[in-house]
């Protein structure tokens, strides 16, 4: 095979001395770009699809008929089966990943996840990021730390969907002289993460409001806590880590490409945060009658997940409202851990929704 030139690009060394001196057209953008205050709007937007909605619920075991069930779905007070607040999510930070993240470096948590409208199939999102806080990582010289605000938004209403903060650790193009901290990977999960746990653990009877509500009535006379564990687990396959991340456009080489990953800190590709936490919390939600899902705080991803890897879940409850007027239905705050195989604490998060009160 040759080109104009006689070049032979079959010969290795021919091409290999052509690499060589072949200038890499990059992508992303190191930690330097970022200033506070820049708006950053991600091109590529996205459009959801009904198929989308429903291979992401089928394969992180997000199994809730209001999500395409017509009947439980007006049951349930929506117009039609509406997107679901995980994959909604999943969809506002894949299309940012190219613009914020994907020069590499880890994303390591979320907060003020705001769900400001119910969603439809057909809806064309828009999304936006605004720069709200660059750091120098004292522990890891070559990264900084960025967090930035981001809103999913309606194209044809201009009506903010989702809105969150994330943060997470950028390569610097530059290394910068540090506070000396150490290298070393800390322990990725600390007691200030979790709020003390008493010696006792009580079960709700049921996934009911009212069931939530006894248990922690139970647990402050016994001085307990109201905290289980899901059975289900679900091992990480091709189409959760590199398959579903590119349904949403997440183009971080994290989760598709096997060869840059083999020399990083993980040894392989590792699974996208909103998938582990997606399983995890759909292990919560079988075990719950969810009706609404309403904001996540203090999310943090602690430690890899990769293939082969399998996600279970933990739940704390936290706190349990009386029903809201109308919606027979009352907000219940839990806390969320995904785990692996080896009881690792990969996730955790802090999650309120609404369950419903038990049917008379
Ligand atoms: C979409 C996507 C990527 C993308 O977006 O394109 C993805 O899905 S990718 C997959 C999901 N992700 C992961 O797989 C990461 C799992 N995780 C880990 O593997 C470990 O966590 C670690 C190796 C990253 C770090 O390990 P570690 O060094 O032991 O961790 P820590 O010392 O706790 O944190 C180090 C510094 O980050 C500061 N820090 C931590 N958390 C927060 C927070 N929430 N807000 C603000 N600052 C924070 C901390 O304050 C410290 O700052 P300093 O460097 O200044 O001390």
New binding site residues.
Partial sequence: MTDGDGADWTDAETFAAALDRAETREKGHFFEFFAEGDEIEHDPGIRLARAGNEQWLSQTLNHDPAYWRTDVAAERGFEEPPIHPDYLLACV?GPS?ED???KG?????RTNVRYHETVYPGTEVHVLSTVVDTRT????PDYG?V?WQTEGYDADTGDVLVSYER???IPRREQVATDG?STE??D?YTASDVPDLPETFVTPDGGYLEDFRAALDRAEDEDAAVAYRHERGRTMDDTLVAGL?LATL?T?R?HHNRDEMADS?SGDV?????V?RSIALAHARSDEATYRERRFENE??????TLGDTVYGFTRVLDADRPVADAEAGAVTFQHVAFNQENTPVYSGERTALVRCRPE
């Fill in positions: 930070m990943v914020l993240s994907e470096g880890y994303f390591l948590g990582s004292s522990s890891r730390i967090t943060t997470n650790m901290g990977r800390s990725t991340p997440n971080a994290q800190p590792v699974a996208y945060g909103d582990t943090r991803f602690h430690d890899f997940v």
